[in-house]
């Protein structure tokens, strides 16, 4: 299975930074009995890898040749590979370039690099569909693309929609190889026009796909921004201090950070 990694953003939020955004250090991990500092998206490299993903796909504009030159030919137990997105045209852009190199019948797992969330495992409990999202509670929807359901079916995507309905936002999602090359069709006939995942996963819906969405997540952090580092940096120091069921809500400050029984399924009682 591959692993799909859209590394080609200009991390305009968080600059000025003299390297990719994705090289931001949060938090650390140990090697060979010595603390290093922890890239962001080594979080989500780890992620896929626990998710089933032996090969991962980096896609990066010309400029970053500093994620290559940083993780080099493999991570962990997953081989690497790296293509190119010349421009920052959107996510479905970056998705559909891994299609260089992802095989017609693998499967695919899709993460965005400057995030940290839990459960680390979320992404097995993602089911052999076509398509199918892991969805995180949160605070503030509206910034992100609010996931509404009928049962454990997607009934649409609400991309960054002040009144969004949902307060469930997809964080990673799953696609079969046959929804893969169908999704990427599909984005090739509406003249490759959509930036977004969200309004592409829309148009598929409205054609008669489906989408899966699982509530299998419980934190999850955008680290583009001062806040969100600040606020991925109190997460981070909270489950590494033995509470690995730590429930923070997206787009919150650190002193948002309460007990688990404070807690419903994520969402403030």
């Known amino acids: 299975m591959w692993g799909i990694v859209p590394a080609a953003g200009r991390g305009s939020r968080i600059q000025p930074l003299a390297f990719s955004k994705e090289l931001l250090p949060?938090?650390?991990?140990?090697?060979d009995g010595i603390d290093r500092p922890c890239a962001v998206s080594e979080y989500l490299l780890e992620r896929l890898i626990l998710g089933g993903a032996d090969k991962i796909c980096f896609v990066i504009s010309p400029g970053k040749s500093d994620i290559l030159e940083y993780f080099g030919d493999h991570y962990g137990s997953a081989?690497?590979?790296y293509v190119v997105q010349p421009d920052a045209s959107g996510l479905c852009d970056?998705?559909?370039?891994a299609g260089t190199v992802v095989g017609h019948d693998e499967d695919v797992l899709v993460g965005l690099p400057d995030?940290?969330?839990?459960?680390?495992?979320a992404l097995q409990t993602l089911p052999a569909a076509d398509l199918s999202f892991l969805l995180f509670p949160v605070e503030?929807?509206?910034?992100?693309d609010a996931v509404v359901l009928d049962g454990d079916r997607v009934t649409e995507i609400q991309v960054k929609q002040p009144d969004a309905v949902s307060r469930w936002i997809w964080g990673a999602f799953k696609m079969s190889g046959h929804g893969f090359r169908e999704l990427q069709s599909l984005w090739t006939k509406r003249d490759r026009r959509d930036e977004y995942f969200g309004t592409l996963v829309n148009a598929?819906?409205?054609g008669g796909g489906q989408g899966l969405g699982?509530?299998?997540g419980e934190s999850y952090v955008d680290v583009g921004t001062i806040d969100g580092y600040r606020t991925a940096m109190a997460l981070l120091a909270e489950s590494s201090a033995g509470n690995g069921r730590s429930r923070l809500l997206a787009g919150g400050s650190p002193e948002a950070i309460r007990p688990a029984s404070a807690m419903n399924n994520g969402v403030t009682a």
């Open 79 to 81: 081989q690497l590979a």
């Open 26 to 31: 949060v938090g650390s991990q140990r090697d």
């Open 214 to 216: 699982v509530k299998a």
């Open 140 to 144: 503030h929807p509206e910034f992100f």
């Open 204 to 206: 598929y819906i409205a």
């Open 94 to 97: 970056a998705v559909f370039r």
């Open 115 to 121: 995030t940290v969330w839990f459960p680390k495992a």
